[in-house]
């Protein structure tokens, strides 16, 4: 639809125009900074930084009804840098003109309501919001929309040039770190630092494949990140690991989407998703906060963040119910199937304490809940939730199996409706299932195979064919029929077909 067809009312703000004043405000010392610099933590006390618009309250002189509307009808555009997570401008980066927007396909990705038997066997209605249909397959391409526009926008007005981008990376943030950096080339290169065997072979191929330059450092994510961080003090470099606030900020659009897709009603749902680094669930808990605060929506819904046992501080943290009492204690991670989330001391701690607390005041209750879940546990539901026509990652199956969880633990009621991240998808951790499938799990997995959740492949190959065909050698008229015949009957064996 033309912008000019649209009804009177919305047609003055279909198009966001640049507006608001972004500043960078440390959650330690309370200090403000401008955005013409990259900033990843306080120059004055260290500490990390979300971004705040400065006119934020003049979103708030449109109505949450009018919002609605202009959201809806703008998903009506053909314009594809209000395609992705800039349908929100307002709320996501007012500041970046739309002709700085990387948009790469990222955002509005599908909500699908699980099938009645997977419903049963959950115990909750429930949807999984796949973000694993995103670019580079998982949900980081969000932020890194919002990242990388930033920095498309400050190289447009010259305030920087020959970026290198730079992160340290569970797998996924560097392939969509690598991929955004290359559509940027050659203004924007991209280098990326992996923990060493730590990430799955498909996930090293993204960065590999988008020409970034790729280091195997030993170790785990959490090395990866103080060495990272080390650089980006040191060296001119653009640091786009969640510490790196515009990507919460793009993450935040994960919020605005569930809220949009369910005609902005969440009163009644739990939204659930996996901590790793803590990005995320700070952005979506923030995204909600500034939906409601402009009467976009109006209830806040129930946040539940999962963890696995062998990845756990910010569920160890919450567990002591005397907020005063809580101290932060990173931990030592073991193997995980749920590997992008296999972080010991998160980034973004600080912003969850900051954030749970006001989420929970603004609610009035206790509204934000966190689950710890086996890893048996993690990949038996992801197993099952394919079985079932999803396409979960082992962190989709973390949500679903914290969600599980939570309903036993009555966190969840009956009539409540949960939305499960699948935070990537199933194809990058096949190697998992392949473990599951062959029941090869070193010990420290602490995985062992359900022999009803095994699935393998069966070779077709009649002892008393003599000849079979092979690549370059295709078989002779009554050989080819012979083995047509012969393999259709043992695999009708197999399945027990009756002939018609
Ligand atoms: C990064 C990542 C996580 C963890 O998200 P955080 O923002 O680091 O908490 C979970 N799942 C997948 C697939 C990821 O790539
Ligand atoms: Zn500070």
Request: glycine share 6%; with cysteine.
């Amino acid at each position: 639809m033309k912008p000019e067809d649209f009804p009177k009312e919305i047609k003055q703000y279909i198009i966001p125009e640049q507006r608001g004043k972004i500043v960078y405000r440390c959650l330690g010392c309370g200090l403000e900074f401008g955005i013409e610099k990259l900033l990843y933590t306080c120059p004055n006390c260290g500490q990390v930084l979300l971004i705040y618009d400065l006119q934020f309250d003049g979103l708030k002189k449109i109505s949450g009804k009018l919002w609605r509307k202009i959201f809806d009808y703008r998903r009506m555009l053909t314009i594809p840098a209000l395609k992705g997570i800039y349908l929100y401008h307002e709320f996501i980066g007012p500041v970046i003109p739309l002709e700085s927007v990387v948009y790469l396909g990222e955002g509005h990705t599908p909500v699908i309501e699980a099938n009645s038997f997977l419903q049963k066997k959950a115990g909750v209605r429930f949807f999984f919001k796949n973000d694993g249909q995103n670019p580079s397959a998982s949900f980081k391409d969000r932020g890194m929309a919002s990242a990388l526009s930033y920095i498309n926008f400050l190289i447009k007005n010259k305030h920087i040039s020959d970026v290198l981008a730079i992160c340290a990376s569970t797998g996924d943030t560097s392939a969509s770190a690598a991929l955004y950096a290359s559509f940027l080339q050659p203004h924007v290169k991209s280098a990326v630092l992996l923990p060493h065997k730590k990430v799955t072979p498909q996930q090293l191929s993204q960065p590999l494949g988008s020409g970034a330059a790729v280091f195997e450092i030993p170790g785990v994510f959490d090395d990866c990140m103080k060495v990272v961080e080390a650089m980006s003090e040191k060296y001119n470099v653009a640091l786009l690991n969640s510490k790196n606030a515009w990507r919460i900020l793009g993450q935040e659009s994960y919020s605005y989407e569930i809220a949009q897709n369910f005609e902005y009603n969440v009163k009644d749902k739990v939204i659930v998703l996996p901590i790793g680094n803590a990005g995320n669930i700070t952005a979506v808990i923030n995204g909600f906060l500034k939906f409601y605060e402009t009467g976009i929506i109006e209830s806040l819904p129930k946040i539940i963040g999962v963890q696995s046992e062998h990845a756990n501080p910010v569920y160890r943290y919450y567990l002591e119910p005397d907020a005063k009492k809580r101290k932060f204690i990173p931990v030592t991670v073991k193997p995980s199937v749920a590997q992008a989330a296999m972080i010991g001391n998160p980034v973004s701690m600080p912003r969850v304490i900051h954030l749970v607390d006001m989420y929970n005041r603004i609610s009035g209750r206790k509204n934000v809940f966190f689950i710890e879940v086996s890893e048996q546990e993690i990949i038996d539901w992801e197993l099952t939730a394919n079985r079932n026509g999803h396409i979960a990652c082992t962190h989709g199956g973390e949500s679903l199996a914290g969600l599980v969880k939570a309903k036993k633990q009555k966190i969840v009621k009956n009539t409540d409706i949960a939305v499960v991240d699948s935070t990537a998808h199933a194809l990058k951790f096949s190697g998992f299932q392949e473990m599951y499938f062959e029941n090869s799990f070193p010990p420290e997995f602490e995985i062992t195979s359900d022999p009803d959740l095994i699935n393998t492949p069966v070779l077709v190959s009649p002892k008393d064919l003599k000849k079979v065909p092979a690549p370059g050698k295709p078989l002779k008229k009554n050989d080819f029929k012979r083995f047509v015949k012969r393999v259709s009957e043992e695999i009708a064996t197999t399945l027990n077909l009756k002939t018609r």
